[in-house]
């Protein structure tokens, strides 16, 4: 069984810039999360998807991050403009509704200059 | 707001002894909770995860317990290898809302040979 894909690896952009990451969760998972981990800390939720539709966006800053679910099975977070806090990684992860066990890629690690 | 708390930071020990990690919680209405390993510059690796209605749970050299009533969560490793050198992160998703995992701050393990 595939785990979840995600890319890029790795990106690095000036502030102000905008940039995109893609997630593709594990097939048949119905609910997808990013998360953003700063250096140090542990993973913060960002966004949660169960297929299409958005569970909790609470911690997403919207003023400058958003995110799609659009076919309820890859998702893409984007940042618009970047800000130099924004430096982190960018985890994704999937669960199934039968158990709720999450599974992580292997995250974006995101450098803003 | 469920706070997750991990004790110690840091550990460094010999090859071959055995080990706990600490976790603990702020809100006792969890779900379940997840231990993960991460490496360097990589993603989770989800270890062991612990149904609220359970005890503990064990893999291998693993065991995790679980306290709810405590607050608290401990994983025991046992006979301590070099490949064990990582950072463990503890996180627990709540009964009510959204599936989403808290995490702590995460425990770096350095094993010595």
């Known amino acids: 069984e595939a785990g979840v894909a995600q890319s890029p690896r790795y990106k690095i952009i000036e502030k102000r810039q905008s940039v995109a990451f893609w997630c593709n969760p594990i097939?048949?998972?119905?609910?997808l999360y990013w998360y953003q981990q700063i250096l140090g800390q542990g993973p913060k939720l960002l966004i949660q998807f169960q297929n299409n539709g958005v569970v909790d966006d609470s911690q997403l800053p919207k003023d400058r991050f958003s995110a799609e679910r659009l076919k309820g099975v890859d998702s893409t977070l984007k940042i618009q403009p970047a800000k130099l806090e924004d430096s982190a990684v960018y985890l994704c992860a999937s669960s199934s509704l039968r158990n709720y066990e999450q599974y992580f890629g292997p995250g974006t690690r995101l450098t803003v200059t | 707001k469920q706070e997750v708390t991990q004790i110690p930071a840091a550990l460094s020990v010999p090859e071959g002894e055995n080990l706990v990690l600490n976790c603990s919680f702020t809100?006792?209405?969890?779900?379940?909770l997840q231990w993960f390993r991460q490496d360097p510059g990589k993603g989770l690796t989800s270890l062991l995860l612990i149904q609220s209605s359970q005890r503990e749970q064990t893999s291998g050299r693993l065991n995790a317990s679980l306290d709810k009533s405590s607050g608290r969560s401990t994983l025991y490793i046992a006979a301590s290898q070099p490949g064990d050198s990582a950072t463990y992160l503890c996180a627990c998703t709540l009964q009510t809302g959204a599936n989403n995992l808290f995490f702590g701050t995460g425990t770096r393990l350095t094993v010595i040979p």
């Open positions: 809100d006792s209405a969890i779900y379940n």
């Open positions: 097939s048949g998972h119905a609910t």
